[in-house]
């Protein structure tokens, strides 16, 4: 006859031992039959092997991707002594790079730091650090300029904050995704994120009460849009606040206006004021309320891109709000990053389009990444937008002597161009900054294109 | 309806390990974060929440599972970085190697059953046996069972990838 503590444990039982989900009695009773049973202590260093296996198969699942450190808390546990992971074998941790390798998965890559290696680093972060620093000279007196000029903007209109807090400088915000103790030092991050929800709840929100205002029409019911402007930038403004404040169903019923969407989306991120003095000194303005084409982008198309919150911001060296200028119509093209005031800004940008007609646009300019995501079309789309300073990878650098500086850098800019040319994603580590960086809810209304020149 | 702060608190504690789950399971970065955001919104809509992690991948999973279009996409795409990797003329020894090395555990978790990826997945997440009970709806004895066989087919189908992979001429 079989008592309990010799019967052989199933495999499920082995797994959840070494995952050390037992309770003390259940493990107790394993444990006493490992002592005995060699045939079970196989099974107990095959399911080893199959669990480090198996995490290493996931962990291969994260290669190129843009996600954060991936070790789960219970891997990360120290093993102690009585630990049965610890009891059972001769490996101490069952995740390890020295697990029994049962299976045979094959390795990941490795990269061995020898003194060459170290050295050849050491010269290729310096020619890094020397162009990046070089780069990011230039534009810095043209930021102070836009600087200024938004300053000029927003003492017209003191309601406005757009554009009077000092631009935020991309990259310094710690991302949410990191750990506890970051996300315990981020609040802005975090609220930024629950903000970013807010605007996709805003976007749904002005598309059905855009139909609610078409059926209002129909049935011969004036809405007050219809006749006070002021009003309804007014109101939209108060559900932009209450958008910040209460971003579910408070935004439902404070926007009845925001069936004129573009005196809306204006107001969702910058108040009256500001859009009263931006517009003044834009080139640009406003499109006529012709009907959205929900279609392709196939004729010239201009974007005013303004924080839905309220706060200042920049995508890469370019702060809020700017303009985006498209001149191509294919599904991937470029397209040109101007100031508000129609001047070309030291950026550019390509896009192409995504299901349900949305829009991604990706920054291209040295020094930084970024993206900014549009929603379905409209006079008014809610989008999110991000942006980090970056550093090229080293398999893009070209080392050279001091004096053909220039002309490695043009290569790599020859190299940027070609990559933007052929559609070719950003570099991981790029793609991986812009994923990694604060979000930043949109606004962004299409105005009329100011003729080049 | 969960308060602002709480779920701030949420968010800053299970984003990141939502996202990343919700990579691995879609293989698309871009769909993950929207369905991790869509999972957020659910929340923010609940009354209350108990057990709240298993909560999360709960409705996370059944999102992912809502969206069949995303999976065939998914699978469009892995066939073209499928065949990318095959007519490439230009090869990148590092980045292709991690190319091919994530082709392969995608191919191979791909051939999961759909409750062996989900657990298997959810358990690196670091979610705990009860917890992936309550999200699959499964009972927590065989949680273990559930795990061991989606760790030996995924090792298996790897394995079998791999050694198709090696066959293939170069």
């Known amino acids: 006859m079989t008592s309990e503590r010799d019967a052989h444990p199933d495999e499920g039982t ?56 991936s070790t789960p808390a219970f891997v990360r546990t120290p093993a102690v002594a009585g630990d049965p992971a610890v009891a059972a074998g001769p490996i101490a941790d069952a995740a390890g790079p020295a697990v029994l390798p049962a299976t045979r998965v094959r390795g990941l890559p490795t990269f061995r730091l020898t003194p060459s290696r170290m050295s050849i680093a050491a010269v290729l972060v310096v020619a890094v650090a020397l162009a990046i620093v070089h780069e990011n000279q230039r534009p810095t007196s043209r930021l102070a300029s836009q600087a200024a000029e938004s300053a000029t903007i927003t003492g017209a209109a003191p309601a406005a904050p757009l554009s009077a807090a000092p631009t935020v ?46 059926l209002a029409r129909v049935a011969q019911v004036p809405t007050p ?7 309804q930038t007014i109101a939209a403004a108060r559900a932009a606040d209450s958008m910040v ?41 406003a499109a006529p309320a012709a009907p959205a084409s929900p279609t392709a982008v196939e004729a010239p198309q201009c974007f005013r891109v303004e ?19 498209l001149d191509a119509p294919a599904t991937r093209a470029t397209a040109r990053v101007l ?24 920054l291209r300019r040295i020094g930084f990444t970024g993206t900014l995501a549009l929603g379905a079309p409209g006079e008014v789309r809610a989008g999110v937008m991000r942006s980090a300073p970056t550093s090229m990878t080293l398999s893009e650098v070209v080392v050279t002597s001091a004096a053909a500086e220039s002309a490695s850098r043009r290569s790599l800019r020859g190299k940027a161009a070609a990559q933007t ?33 | 309806m969960v308060p602002p702060e709480r779920l701030t608190a949420l968010f800053a504690e299970y984003h990141g390990a939502l996202v990343r789950f919700l990579t691995r399971r879609l293989g698309d970065r871009d769909a993950a974060e929207e369905i991790a955001q869509e999972t957020f919104m659910r929340a923010m809509k609940q009354e209350t929440i108990t057990s709240e992690r298993s909560w999360l991948f709960a409705v996370a999973s059944n999102l992912v599972r809502d969206e069949g279009r995303r999976s065939q996409r998914q699978q469009r795409r892995l066939e073209l970085l499928r065949e990318q990797s095959e007519s490439s003329v230009e090869p990148e020894p590092t980045s292709m190697e991690r190319a091919d090395e994530r082709d ?26 009860d917890e992936i009970a309550r999200a699959l709806d499964l009972s927590p004895g065989s949680v273990g069972t559930t795990l061991s066989r989606a760790r030996r087919r995924l090792l298996e189908a790897y394995e079998s990838l791999q050694a198709e992979q090696g066959a293939r001429p170069a």
Not at chain 1, 307 to 325: D, K, N
């Open chain 1, 14 to 69: 082995i797994h959840a031992w070494l995952d050390r989900q037992l309770d003390d009695a259940e493990s107790d009773v394993l444990e006493a039959h490992l002592q005995r049973c060699d045939e079970c202590a196989e099974r107990v260093a095959e399911a080893r092997g199959l669990i480090a296996g198996a995490s290493r198969v996931v962990a291969a699942l994260d290669l190129g991707e843009p996600v954060a450190a």
């Open chain 1, 169 to 214: 400088a991309p990259g310094l915000a710690p991302s949410v995704a990191s750990s506890a103790p970051a996300a315990a030092a981020a609040p802005l991050d975090s609220t930024a994120a629950v903000r970013v929800a807010a605007a996709r709840t805003f976007a749904k929100a002005q598309r059905e009460t855009t139909v609610n205002a078409d």
């Open chain 1, 225 to 231: 849009a219809a006749s006070a402007p002021m009003e």
């Open chain 1, 245 to 285: 404040a209460a971003p579910t169903n408070a935004l439902r019923g404070a926007v009845p206006g925001v069936s004129v969407a573009p005196a809306a989306g204006n107001a969702a991120g910058t108040a009256a004021g500001t859009a009263a003095g931006a517009a003044a000194k834009s080139a640009y303005s």
């Open chain 1, 307 to 325: 924080s839905a919150t309220g706060t200042s911001a920049t995508w890469g060296p370019v702060p809020l709000p700017f303009i985006l200028a």
């Open chain 1, 339 to 362: 100031t508000v005031a129609g001047q070309e800004a030291d950026a550019r940008a390509v896009f192409e389009r995504r299901g349900n007609d949305s829009l991604l646009f990706t």
């Open chain 1, 421 to 453: 040319r052929a559609g070719a994603p950003a570099p991981v580590a790029d793609q991986q900054a812009a994923t990694a960086a604060p979000a930043v809810p949109v606004v962004v209304k299409k105005v009329g294109c100011a003729t080049r020149g």
């Open chain 2, 104 to 129: 392969l555990a995608r191919r191979a978790i791909a051939m999961l059953g759909e409750r062996d990826r989900d657990a298997l997945l959810m358990r690196e997440e670091g979610l705990d046996y």
